[in-house]
């Protein structure tokens, strides 16, 4: 496509004479593309059927006579008023049952038909106004799906479709009353109707009914999308869909929502808006990026790339010279074909006043300005060459929204976050540079090395099978705590002692565990203890050899705690705890060794070195995310094409490396 740099911009917020200065300003920093109308309804669509888009064309003819293209939103996040007005009940009830009404945004119901009927009517004019403008390349879809949108709502509407999707599900109630296990409490049911949301139970909630209602938000965001996306196919069948993801959020499964869209977009704000110390960290912001690109498997945009002070009541921090542009550098090396900073200027009302972005209030051009204008002349020679590629992986972490439903539904311990689990493994792989997939359960494994399957807690036949099949034909599988526990209905399997039929796989068996609530525990490896935290699986061994054992002094002291059994051609590891950062270091240094996985290099800590591959070519990023100097080794002789000194970084710094 040839368009790599843009920003969020809102001409709205400013007088019609300011436009073109924009424009200029634009143009002199690089920009090639703007997002805009995604939260402009009124503006559009003043009253019902009364469409002003002229004020919209001005403005995309302005920045199109500068080189500048334009993807438009819809701005279904955000109904405007007089809807509200003819109809209020479009506005979400809670979970309390308690209606959430207008003044922020987000106050919808998406399985409402009244709100259905506005946002068709809207869509319809609005792409078909825009189907041949020439400035227009594309759309997003609504503004972060799922977002603010908490257990979604839960009203008369949504408890209709909701038990519709069960109906579609279960066929008979018998047979939803067994897969809930409704003989518990009384909680049998006659008939659908009587199938209420989860709204606010007097004490407990069953599981299954739980996760049941987590997939059917999930459908209903997708749906939703759908509707959207399928009036925009018809009307601009030259134009791209896309959606602005929020790295792991779990409201919808993007791996669904990514089927109907031509590539993901992401936002991404390292700096938070009241986090106080220090930003997200390179390897969390890393593992965001690689997880965006596994959605879809393939490159993606950032629609939202932080540029400066974000905050609404209250502020994050000022960014240090060089970090911003050090961040979309990371961007772009793990699989960004296009950065869209926001937002172009920061607006003087509304709840994101304090929300800043390339341009203060003042509209003035300054550092954030000078420093993304140096980064964007640096790189943008060379992105049409990369425009595209991925990294070649060997591993993989299974990444399944379905488990981290039922882990937020029962977190077995209190602190147990299933995403900030998958990071513990991400982490050390992070650390030695080793690119990395996430993968759905639903994907062909064959072609990774390694795979790390963490919390595989609703496990199947058939995804106990696809385990099976890939360690016998040479694999290597890790598995960990709580595996194997319940049935996909979220009910405890009974047939074996854990981790189910995969204890065959591993060579063990699990009798007993012990939730690690106000203690931890300590585990031996290699004749050194470590600290374990959350969880101990007390493992009987059944042919597996022991890796690490308990060495507290506890009542399982010296029974294993982490586990390798050979099985066909592969390898399967179980981790019956949660090891402290420097015991999985060593986990994963032994296991990345043993099976020769590919590192890119070796670096100090805050230094992210990554791949990119097409047609034979490999371009690796080096990319400083500290304020220090930093050292690094590549693992294979390059040329580099943008940096100064190899090996040695300044801060903030990134380079880039081809291989011919
Ligand atoms: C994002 C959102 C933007 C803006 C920004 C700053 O989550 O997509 O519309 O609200 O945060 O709050
Ligand atoms: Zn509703």
Known sequence: MGIHFGVDYYPEHWPKKRWERDAQLMKELGIQVVRMGEFSWFKMEPEEEKFNF??????ISILDKYGIKTILGTPTAAPPAWIIEKNPEIQPIDKTGKRRYFGGRHHDCQSNKVYREHIKRFVE?????????????????????????????????????????????????????????????????????????????????NPSQLLDW????????????KMQVEIIRKNCPNHFITHNYMCFDDKVNYYDLAELLDFVSNDIYPAGNWQKQPNQPYNEMAACHDVIRSYKKRSFWMMEQQTGIAGWATMGRALNPGESSAWAMQSIAHGADAIVFFRWRACAYGTEQYWHGILGHSGRPGRIYDEIKNMISRIKPFMDDFEGSIPKTEVGIVHSFRQNYAIQIQPNHPELKYVEHLHCYYKPLFNRNVPVDFITENEDFSKYKLIIAPLQYLMNSE??????????????????????????????????????????????????????FEHNCEVRYENEDYSVFK?????????????????????????????????????????????????????????????NIKVLGESTDGVDISERQKNG????????????????????????????????????????????
């Open 214 to 225: 987590k997939c059917f938000c999930s459908d209903l965001i997708v749906d939703f999308a």
């Open 463 to 516: 995804l106990e099978n696809k385990y099976f099949e890939y360690v016998k034909n040479g694999g290597n599988l890790v598995l960990d705590m709580r595996a194997g526990v319940k049935d996909d209905n979220n009910v405890c399997m009974t047939e074996y002692e854990l981790p189910g039929r995969l204890g065959e796989l591993l060579g063990i068996e699990i009798p007993e565990y012990d939730c690690l």
């Open 535 to 595: 969880w101990a699986d007390i493992i009987d061994i059944k042919g597996a050899k022991t890796v690490a054992y308990y060495s507290s002094d506890i009542f399982y002291k010296n029974s294993p705690a982490i586990t390798e059994n050979r099985y066909g051609k592969g390898h399967a590891y179980y981790i019956g705890t949660e090891p402290s950062e420097k015991l999985m270091q060593k986990i994963i240094d032994r296991i990345i060794e043993k099976n």
């Open 54 to 59: 002229s004020w919209l064309e001005e403005a």
């Open 125 to 205: 004019a609005y792409s078909s106004n825009f189907s041949s403008n020439s400035g227009v390349i594309g759309w997003q879809i609504d503004n972060e799906l799922g977002n603010s949108h908490g257990d979604l709502c839960m009203c008369d509407n949504c408890k209709q479709r909701f038990q519709d999707w069960l109906k579609r599900k279960y066929n008979t109630i018998e047979e939803l009353n067994l897969a809930w296990g409704t003989v518990f409490w009384s909680q049998g049911y006659n008939n659908f109707n009587q199938i209420m949301p989860p709204l606010v139970t007097v004490t407990g909630e």
């Open 617 to 660: 070519r490999k371009w690796i990023f080096v990319t400083n995310l500290t304020n220090k100097d930093q050292e690094y080794e590549l693992s294979e002789e390059l040329k580099m094409l943008v940096g100064e000194r190899k090996n040695k970084l300044k801060p903030y710094e990134a380079q880039l490396f081809i291989n011919q």
